[in-house]
């Protein structure tokens, strides 16, 4: 049942949207502030379930990753038409309304997205890609399952932070480099078929065309304005994913092997988080050392790593995403602990310049 804490956004959207007011801040202050305070009661879980459970035996983990696509699709879209029928709220807690619902899109919808396009299954597949077209990010599948999990910790994986990278340079990047990294994997995947990019198998064409059925709605029910709204929402669960998408690999590198070569992806190449109450929002997404260690393990089987296996981020998500907002004190934290990172696994280089820099660091043609 914690794992369901999601829901928890629905009845604050009403409320945020029949008052207005001091009750709009109850939606960011759930997402962030409120699991941020559990994550110091509950503490860590440094349990790890059997990985062989049967899938029968995750029915009630899976259903709420099931039945989120209709709840955010009625809240988005609810909320749009409550706005437009009604005129007790000024603009700027229409903008605030929506802002929240993109805080519930981005920390929840974006998440469970990411849970169900790992899956095989079609239904779970295609509640993946509804769910990114509702915050307009649809080329994040592609972008994550063929450029991320296989180039993760190198210079080649766009959302890989580098060392001293500030947060803002960092989204800018990721919004200029991702979408045509994701367009060019799936055009390399055709070709190894003999396809062309154009053909009607590309996933690009069903983005556009979901992206744009909702874009439509959103005009139909609100007008320009609805339409503005909902891209706000898009704009701010985009932000919430790339924060997240920030702290995972923050500096971490996997060792270089010459001839565009790296090592094998472990879990040390990404930053672990027992915390039990941010975990049970985010559905373990925390547990990431072991999602990129095994990408198809359902989220109730993920399992956490100790200090000596992977790296460990002193809080959860919630907290460190409002603090990488400030570059110079996210630095100053995290910094220190890349280069502990360093040390402790691999204590042979002695050279990390070519890691550092922002982009390729080898001679042209070998990475």
Not at 282 to 303: A, E, G, T, V, Y
Request: net charge positive; charged share 15%.
């Amino acid at each position: 049942m914690p794992f369901w804490a999601s829901m928890g956004f629905v009845p604050l959207v009403v409320l945020g949207a029949a008052y207005g007011g001091w009750w709009l801040i109850l939606m960011p202050l759930y997402g962030w502030g409120v699991f941020t305070a559990m994550d110091f009661i509950t503490g860590l879980n440094t349990d790890n379930p059997d990985t062989e459970t049967p899938l029968k035996d995750l029915f009630w983990y899976r259903a709420i990753t099931l039945v989120w696509f209709p709840v955010q699709f009625s809240v988005i879209f609810g909320t749009l038409w409550w706005i437009a029928a009604t005129d007790h709220l000024h603009w700027f807690e229409d903008l605030s309304l929506m802002f929240g619902v993109g805080v519930m899109s981005g920390v929840i919808g974006i998440v469970y997205s990411h849970e169900l396009m790992h899956q095989k299954t079609k239904l779970e597949r295609w509640l993946g890609d509804l769910l990114l077209a509702s915050v307009l990010y649809s080329h994040f599948r592609s972008e994550h399952l063929q450029v991320h999990h296989r180039y993760v910790a190198t210079p080649r994986d766009p959302v890989t932070a580098r060392m001293g990278e500030g947060f803002q340079a960092y989204f800018w990047r990721v919004l200029r480099d991702c979408p045509g990294s994701a367009l060019r994997a799936e055009a390399a995947m055709l070709n190894r078929k003999g396809l062309s990019a154009w053909h009607r198998s590309n996933p690009f064409w069903r983005y556009g065309a979901l992206q744009g059925g909702m874009l439509l709605l959103a005009a139909l029910i609100g007008g320009w304005w609805g339409l503005v709204l909902f891209a706000w929402q898009a704009l701010i669960a985009i932000w919430q994913l790339e924060l997240t998408n920030y702290i995972e690999h923050y500096g971490l590198t996997r060792r270089y092997l010459g001839e565009g070569k790296y090592e094998p992806v472990r879990p040390h190449h990404s930053w672990n988080a027992a915390h039990k109450a941010s975990n049970w929002l985010m559905i373990n997404l925390q547990r990431h050392s072991d999602h990129h260690f095994k990408p198809d393990r359902r989220f109730p089987l993920l399992q956490t790593y100790s200090h000596d296996e992977a790296p460990q981020l002193p809080y959860g998500y919630p907290a460190l995403t409002t603090l990488a907002m400030v570059p110079p004190l996210w630095r100053r934290f995290m910094n220190p602990k890349v280069r502990a990172w360093r040390r402790q696994f691999y204590p042979d280089i002695e050279d990390w310049a070519p890691y550092d820099r922002h982009a390729t660091p080898w001679p042209k043609g070998a990475a």
